[in-house]
């Protein structure tokens, strides 16, 4: 299905995604959040219980950056969890080690993959498997097709609708992060984290002003920002990004012990204080982004 993106209309497939389309007229950003899903998707059958399959979910994270539609930006979500599918994984970033038989697709080397933490997660969390046994290849092939290729065709879409507008696309890639590193994590286990970590990969996806922008507002608040430490950006910022061609875009992580607890997933007394942090800091970077110049080609 291609949706309507020169309209910007509410987007729903069920138990997929959903598109929030701008409450305000229309600015040059794109957000979403591709890990805040928790509906178990129909004939998924793990070895571990629903709430371990979730455990890796980046919970609340859509809420938190729902005023990025009212100050005129589309907000894209994905409605199943992150260790079922990972939509922020390159198709290449299969693992073969979780399917029955030869998977007849190109894969590359992958560090998260090796980890478990491929497209499709061996692990639940640590070391404990997600199957008790490998999943075939057609069962595999139909999550792309049903929740892997609608994400990010709908990202993509609305990514081109924004830069056909304006000529310049901000875009916002939203997730969360442990306080710790942990044991599938690409820190060490126990490493402390900052408040926020943004990533453009080392420069490659977003220019270094905007990036100045998000972080000197953040610090402002009085937050802690990273930069690529522990997370440089993966397939969603690379896929879409091209600075040269004005297409920016950050990968926009949040230490979880600021708005909720780790265990219980229920939200804490800094939740709603996060909230309207991050609704000015929207709003500081919509106007940021409604006033530069389209790239000249």
């Known amino acids: 299905m291609t949706p ?11 138990g997929v995604l959903s598109v929030i389309a701008p409450r305000t007229p229309l600015v040059p950003m794109v957000f979403d959040s591709p890990h805040s899903g928790l509906d178990m998707p129909k ?29 005129g930006a ?7 969890p992150r260790s079922f599918l990972d939509v922020n994984r390159s198709l290449l970033d299969m693992d073969t ?15 998260t993959a090796k980890r478990g933490m491929g497209l499709m997660w061996r692990y639940a969390w640590g070391d404990e498997p997600m199957y008790a046994a490998p999943i075939n290849v057609a069962e595999a092939e139909g999550r792309i097709a049903t929740y892997w290729q609608p994400y990010h065709e ?3 879409g609305l990514l081109n609708a924004v830069y056909s507008r304006f000529g310049r696309v901000y875009h916002i890639n939203c997730h969360s992060m442990t306080a710790v590193g942990h044991a599938i994590s690409s820190d060490p ?40 430490k522990p997370f440089r950006g993966a397939e969603l910022v690379a896929a879409y990004s091209n600075p040269a061609l004005e297409r920016h875009s950050v990968q926009f992580e949040i230490n979880r012990k600021l708005y909720m607890d780790e265990t219980t997933r229920e939200r804490n007394d800094g939740y709603e204080a996060l909230k309207g942090i991050l609704a000015r800091m929207n709003r500081v970077l919509a106007d940021y982004a409604s006033q530069q110049p389209p790239k000249k080609l």
């Open 74 to 80: 589309p907000l894209l979500s994905a409605h199943f």
């Open 43 to 71: 004939g998924f059958n793990p070895a571990v219980s629903a709430e371990r399959v979730r455990v890796a979910a980046d919970t609340h994270v859509d809420d938190l950056f729902l005023s990025a539609c009212d100050v």
């Open 189 to 228: 286990a126990g490493t402390v984290r900052a408040d926020i970590c943004l990533g453009d990969l080392h420069g490659g996806s977003a220019s270094s002003e905007f990036i100045a922008l998000i972080t000197e507002t953040l610090e402002a608040e009085g937050l802690v920002v990273a930069l690529n």
């Open 4 to 14: 309507l993106y020169g309209q910007l209309q509410d987007v729903t497939l069920d």
């Open 154 to 156: 709908h990202l993509a």
């Open 97 to 111: 080690q979780l399917v029955d038989g030869d998977w007849p697709h190109p894969v590359r080397e992958s560090a």
